[in-house]
Nanobody, 115 residues
Framework: QVQLVESGGGLVQPGGSLRLSCAAS????????MGWYRQAPGKQRELVAV???????NYADSMKGRFTISRDNAKNTVYLQMNNLKPEDTAVYHC?????????WGQGTQVTVSS
């Protein structure tokens, strides 16, 4: 059974930082592209960042320079380091694993940026 389990969310003040983790099981982690998406209340899910099996990364424009995605294939874990957080970053952050037409999602972790 495939599981993607996110952790690391919480309440943080504007300008603060959080590090999200997504631990994968049930898949050959190293061959999957991994991504982070987010969904704010009343809005569609949007891409945050992706990292390919080879380690190439891509970010949504509004996250460039503030967020960093990385992966540790030995730990079957993908990370999202988020710095200089803004209130508009408030959302549920979901982990995604994709390879060809096969895709899996985690349940998400809440990030709230508020003073």
């Amino acid at each position: 059974q495939v599981q993607l389990v996110e952790s690391g969310g919480g309440l943080v003040q504007p300008g603060g930082s959080l590090r999200l983790s997504c631990a994968a099981s049930g898949i050959i982690f190293s061959i999957y592209a991994m991504g982070w998406y987010r969904q704010a209340p009343g809005k569609q899910r949007e891409l945050v960042a992706v990292i390919t099996s080879g380690g190439s990364t891509n970010y949504a424009d509004s996250m460039k320079g503030r967020f960093t995605i990385s992966r540790d294939n030995a730990k079957n874990t993908v990370y999202l380091q988020m710095n200089n957080l803004k209130p508009e970053d408030t959302a549920v952050y979901h982990c995604n694993a994709i390879r060809l037409s096969v895709e899996y999602w985690g349940q998400g972790t809440q990030v709230t940026v508020s003073s």
